[in-house]
């Protein structure tokens, strides 16, 4: 099939393909002859976790264009020029364990990536640009707007692991955040979606911008948006943030000048379960961000291990 204009290309779309062809045809081979779009264009997409495989209730990607297909089997297109075109921050390695790695994911890098694509994903840069190259698989996450430390497992074994300790509250999560006021430290257990969710505000100091305090938090449970949600039950929403923080006027000029949501994961501690180790992970001076005004101190870490 020749290419289409590619301003002729909808924007955004989606294909299923059923392979009734002998078993040896491509993927790339399927693609190109029932789409308008280019063999590069499908290389690319491919490359971009926007093509998939299905046979039964089993779903995997399809990366490689030389990928066999067996009959029966089913090919999904999910095309999204907006996704598609979306550029990935560039995330650092702070250290690689062999079978989990430890990455600092900036701000507008998302931690799962969606059926039209998971090249911003976290996970997806880690297979990319580890090496000696492997799997990545999520045993946490962080919110888009959120920086900081993430753990990636490199096995379905190792992913195991790591998830069963986040469930049994032994792998330790710590963030900063600034919000406007002034709250005690204290405990949040209240519940989000109906299961159990615990937040505690382990600091509470000063900034230098008059109103502001910073705050060093733990988290024992990891439900969606919880600290920006705690935080923002108990009055003192995390500065920034445009889902909860709702009681922001516009003519704050102090909230003017707030570039992105102030919430970084900053540490992450536990014992290895793969030599008995162990483990403390903690951002540098040189990936802090700058509303940082205070490090974490050690002293607020040990009052509650």
Do not use: C
Not at 77 to 91: G, I, K, N, T
Not at 208 to 220: F, R, V, W
């Amino acid at each position: 099939m020749t290419s289409a204009d590619p301003s002729q290309v909808p924007q955004k779309f989606e294909k299923h393909f059923e392979v009734i062809e002998p078993d040896g045809m491509t993927a790339i081979e399927l693609l190109s002859s029932h789409t308008d779009l280019s063999r590069q264009k499908l290389k690319q997409i491919m490359q971009k976790g926007a093509v998939w495989l299905t046979q039964g209730r089993h779903a995997v990607h399809i990366r490689r264009a030389t990928r066999k297909l067996q009959f029966g089997q089913i090919v999904h297109l999910y095309y999204d020029e907006q996704v598609l075109s979306q550029q990935p921050p560039e995330a650092r390695l702070i250290s690689d364990e062999g079978n989990y790695s430890v990455w600092f994911k900036p701000v507008g890098m998302l931690s799962q990536g969606s059926k039209y694509g998971d090249h911003t994903s976290i996970y997806r840069w880690a297979e990319v640009h580890l090496q000696p190259q492997r799997n990545a698989f999520l045993v946490h996450r962080l919110d888009r707007a959120t920086q900081g430390l993430i753990l990636l497992a490199h096995s379905k074994k190792a992913a195991a692991l790591l998830s069963e300790m986040f469930k049994e509250r032994q792998i330790k999560k710590y963030y900063q955040a600034i919000v406007k006021g002034a709250p005690q430290p204290q405990t949040i257990d209240s519940a989000l979606d109906d299961k159990q969710a615990i937040t505690r505000i382990l600091s509470s100091e000063a900034t230098e911008q008059s109103g502001y305090n910073h705050l060093t938090i733990q988290i024992l449970t990891g439900r969606k948006h919880q600290i920006r949600r705690h935080l923002a039950g108990i009055g003192y929403p995390v500065l920034g943030d445009p889902l909860y923080n709702l009681s922001e006027s516009v003519s704050d000029t102090a909230i003017k000048t707030i570039p992105e949501l102030y919430l970084t994961a900053t540490r992450i501690s536990f014992i290895s379960p793969f030599d008995g180790q162990e483990k403390d992970y903690q951002l540098n001076e040189e990936l802090y961000p700058e509303y940082s005004v205070h490090t974490a101190r050690p002293d607020v870490y040990q009052n509650f291990n």
